[in-house]
Structure formats: structure tokens, C-alpha cells
């Protein structure tokens, strides 16, 4: 069974702090990685994809991505208390007919 | 440009009924999705389609069925309601699946009692 782990948290930042997000895969043959953020109640927007190992920068956003290690990371620089969502990670893998496995999500809450 | 339309938004089933739910893209991708997110469980795939006429199970399909006769249109139809399909339900596109993220409909919210 391909799988996706992240720590459920909820992870507790102070605002304009950085907010490490991470996220473990157990299918060596993964090809591309995604961060959605998700608002209660709201559908996952698509924040940061990731296909190569290293950084990729986006604003605040940093997705970081190992592969010998098969793990993917979101760092949020200056965090905002709008950035109070739960984080997806999702992992296309070979298993997976080329489908996403999501995993169940990190709650993160930043405090004003 | 509307994007991933989903209907209905909320809606309250008895056991044993029967409903679809409607899902049209407007952004001309080949791929579609259905997912059903649970709290704590995460998003498990349903049913998917890689083109019109093109439909496959996912991960947890039983309950459900799919049609898929045009690229813009992904309907979800649920046989014979039972409280476990309580949830809420994603529609999902994208462009070619493999390598693109997902665009995301609002979600419909049901309920069976």
C-alpha cells in the first residue's frame, strides 16, 4: 500500500515566524510532489509542486524535496495568521495509475 | 471562467435513496477526479476518468458509479445510500494527471440518516 505520512499536529507557530511542514512517502518511484492548503470547510487549493530534488521558492513558500530520504517539506517564511490552514502533502506514485495520494494533513495554526 | 463546478453544495439523503452529484469543468482537461474527504482520514480517491468514455475505480468505489460522456462533465452517482457515505465529496481536474496538480471543485457536503 503506497502511503503518504504527515504529522496531524496541530502545529502552533507566532506570527512572523517560519512554519516547517513535512512530509514522508513510501514509493521510491514518486515523480512529483504537491502542498495543497486547505481552509475549514473550503476545498484544497494547490500552493507548491515539486518534481526535483532541492529547493523551489515561491514567495514565502519553500518546498523542499529528498528523494534518497523520500521526503518532502513546506516551509512558510513570516508566517501569517492567514496561513492558519491544514496542509496536504500529495505524491503521484507508480502504484498509484498515476493518480495523487494525499496525506491526511498537518493543521497549522499561527498566533497574532 | 468558472473552473470545477460542483452541485449540490449540502444535501441530506434517507438510507436507501439514491442521488447524483454533478461535476463540470470548464478549463478543457482530459483528467477528472472524484475524491470523498473524512475527517481525520484524509482524500480517498472514488472513481477517475483520463478522457471522455475513459472511466476506472479508485481507491474506494464501491456504492458509487461514474459516466463520463463528454470532457467537460464527471458525474458521481450513489446507489442505494448508506449512513458510511456520509462525507464530503471532491471533483477534481487537471490537464494530463501525471505531472499537474489538481484543480478542485467547492465540495458537496452529504449526509445520510
Known amino acids: 500500500q503506497k502511503e503518504v505520512e504527515q504529522n496531524s499536529g496541530p502545529l502552533s507557530v507566532p506570527e512572523g515566524a517560519i512554519a516547517s511542514l513535512n512530509c514522508t512517502y513510501s514509493?521510491?518511484?514518486?515523480?512529483?510532489f504537491f502542498w495543497y492548503r486547505q481552509y475549514s470547510g473550503k476545498s484544497p487549493e494547490l500552493i507548491m509542486f515539486?518534481?526535483?530534488?532541492g529547493d523551489k521558492e515561491d514567495g514565502r513558500f519553500t518546498a523542499q524535496l529528498n528523494k534518497a530520504s523520500q521526503y518532502v517539506s513546506l516551509l512558510i517564511r513570516d508566517s501569517q495568521p492567514s496561513d492558519s490552514a491544514t496542509y496536504l502533502c500529495?505524491?503521484?506514485?507508480?502504484?498509484?495509475?498515476?493518480?495523487?495520494?494525499f496525506g491526511k494533513g498537518t493543521k497549522l495554526s499561527v498566533k497574532p | 471562467n468558472a473552473g470545477v463546478t460542483q452541485t449540490p453544495k449540502f444535501r441530506i439523503l434517507k438510507i436507501g435513496q439514491s442521488m447524483t452529484l454533478q461535476c463540470a469543468q470548464d478549463?478543457?482537461?482530459?483528467?477528472m477526479y472524484w475524491y470523498r474527504q473524512d475527517p481525520g482520514m484524509g482524500l480517498k480517491l472514488i472513481y477517475y476518468?483520463?478522457?471522455?468514455?475513459?472511466?476506472d475505480k479508485g481507491e474506494v468505489p464501491n456504492g458509487y458509479n461514474v459516466s463520463r460522456s463528454t470532457t467537460e462533465d464527471f458525474p458521481l452517482r450513489l446507489e442505494l445510500a448508506a449512513p458510511s457515505q456520509t462525507s464530503v465529496y471532491f471533483c477534481?481536474?487537471?490537464?494530463?494527471?501525471?505531472?499537474?496538480?489538481?484543480?478542485f471543485g467547492s465540495g458537496t457536503r452529504l449526509t445520510v440518516v
Open positions: 476518468s483520463v478522457g471522455a468514455g475513459i472511466t
Open positions: 515539486i518534481y526535483s530534488n
Open positions: 477534481a481536474s487537471s490537464y494530463r494527471g501525471l505531472n499537474y496538480g489538481y484543480t
Open positions: 500529495a505524491v503521484n506514485t507508480e502504484g498509484s495509475q498515476g493518480n495523487l495520494i
Open positions: 514509493d521510491r518511484g514518486s515523480q512529483s
Open positions: 478549463m478543457n482537461h482530459n483528467y
